[in-house]
T-cell receptor, first 113, second 116 residues
Framework: DQQVKQNSPSLSVQEGRISILNCDYT??????FLWYKKYPAEGPTFLIS?????DKNEDGRFTVFLNKSAKHLSLHIVPSQPGDSAVYFC????????????FGAGTQVVVTP | DTGVSQDPRHKITKRGQNVTFRCDPI?????LYWYRQTLGQGPEFLTY????????KSRLLSDRFSAERPKGSFSTLEIQRTEQGDSAMYLC??????????????FGPGTRLTVL
């Protein structure tokens, strides 16, 4: 069963505006969450992560928010740049699961001029 | 380049043939993972090694699949008697063992398998 869900397969945003990507999970035991970015013909690249003991983590233009009660996390990219056009995957992990990641299906982001 | 490398990048084979993929992790990383990604989906966990020991296998890994990491460095993933449903991108990732199991995994570029 799909325990990590990204319900928006695509997102189009203008350059300079904010991109908001959403992710929902069903397993309340997940305690670590990550976002990966993937360009065509390349492997996923780590972007940002957050532990379940936090509700926000920021790294430059990227901020991840975690709402444990809603089992929801989001990634904010501001300002969006053309190089941000890629597929973004949300992933979740359990500390005692050897680091095994469970991924969502991904959201294709297109940043337009 | 000290990233994760995978070989070959593309493999086209006929149904029923055996294929083998190789992954070279980042040199100091003792944890290695294999994932499979099909079109429109995120990567799915297949198996995990800590050094040379295979510690977990997904139920997705049928008996036609076998993975090894003989010296705790590179790893191979073999698929016997390939089926069209095996067509996918096979991704390898590595990380170093830290205080927690959730250290960042670094992915290779993947091997795209097409079974005709």
């Amino acid at each position: 069963d799909q325990q990590v869900k990204q319900n928006s397969p695509s997102l189009s945003v203008q350059e300079g505006r904010i991109s908001i990507l959403n992710c929902d999970y069903t397993n309340s035991m997940f305690d670590y969450f990550l976002w990966y970015k993937k360009y065509p013909a390349e492997g996923p690249t780590f972007l940002i992560s957050i532990s379940s003991i936090k509700d926000k983590n920021e790294d430059g233009r990227f901020t991840v928010f975690l709402n444990k009660s809603a089992k929801h996390l989001s990634l904010h990219i501001v300002p969006s740049q053309p190089g941000d056009s890629a597929v973004y995957f949300c992933a979740a992990s359990l500390t005692d699961s050897w680091g095994k990641l469970q991924f969502g299906a991904g959201t294709q982001v297109v940043v337009t001029p | 380049d000290t990233g994760v490398s995978q070989d070959p990048r593309h493999k086209i084979t006929k149904r029923g043939q055996n294929v083998t993929f190789r992954c070279d992790p980042i040199s100091e990383h003792n944890r290695l993972y294999w994932y499979r990604q099909t079109l429109g989906q995120g990567p799915e966990f297949l198996t995990y090694f800590q050094n040379e020991a295979q510690l977990e296998k997904s139920r997705l890994l049928s008996d036609r699949f076998s993975a090894e990491r003989p010296k705790g460095s590179f790893s191979t993933l073999e698929i016997q008697r390939t089926e069209q449903g095996d067509s996918a991108m096979y991704l390898c990732a590595s990380t170093s063992q830290g205080l927690i199991a959730t250290d960042t995994q670094y992915f290779g570029p993947g091997t795209r398998l097409t079974v005709l």
